[in-house]
C-alpha cells in the first residue's frame, strides 16, 4: 500500500493549489481520507476528510470555506482544492486512510483514526 501526494508549490497569497493523493493497493471506497499539514515548528493538524464510500466530509474551522476535498474512486485518488491561500498555509501537506467510518460515527480527523500516510508534499505561499 502506498500513498503519494503531488500538486504542491509556491503560490502568491491569495492563489490556489490542487493536491492530489493517489493510492495504490487498496479500493478507496472502503476507506476514509484525511488531509494534513504541518509547519515547522508546530504540530500536525487535521484539516479535512471525506468517507469514501458515502461521501461525508469534514473540515477544520482553519480551512472551512477555502478548502475542497474530494474523491475519484474510479482513480483511487483524492483531491484538495486550496482556494484563498494564506502564507499561514504555508506547511507539508499529508494525505492519510484510515477505515472507513460507519453511518452512526461522525468523519473526523484524528490522527489516531488514520493508519497509513503519505510522505507530503510542500505548500509555501508567499505574501
Known amino acids: 500500500v502506498q500513498l503519494v501526494e503531488s500538486g504542491g508549490g509556491l503560490v502568491q497569497s491569495g492563489g490556489s493549489l490542487r493536491l492530489s493523493c493517489v493510492a495504490s493497493g487498496l479500493p478507496f471506497d472502503d476507506y476514509a481520507i484525511g488531509w494534513f499539514r504541518q509547519a515547522p515548528g508546530k504540530e500536525r493538524e487535521g484539516l479535512s476528510c471525506i468517507n469514501s464510500d458515502d461521501g461525508r466530509t469534514y473540515y477544520a474551522d482553519s480551512v472551512k470555506g477555502r478548502f475542497t476535498i474530494s474523491s475519484d474512486n474510479t482513480k483511487n485518488t483524492a483531491y484538495l482544492q486550496m482556494n484563498s491561500l494564506k502564507p499561514e498555509d504555508t506547511a507539508v501537506y499529508y494525505c492519510?486512510?484510515?477505515?472507513?467510518?460507519?453511518?452512526?460515527?461522525?468523519?473526523?480527523?484524528?490522527?489516531?483514526?488514520?493508519?497509513?500516510w503519505g510522505q507530503g508534499t510542500q505548500v509555501t505561499v508567499s505574501s
Open positions: 492519510a486512510v484510515g477505515p472507513s467510518y460507519s453511518g452512526t460515527q461522525a468523519v473526523g480527523v484524528p490522527f489516531v483514526w488514520y493508519d497509513m
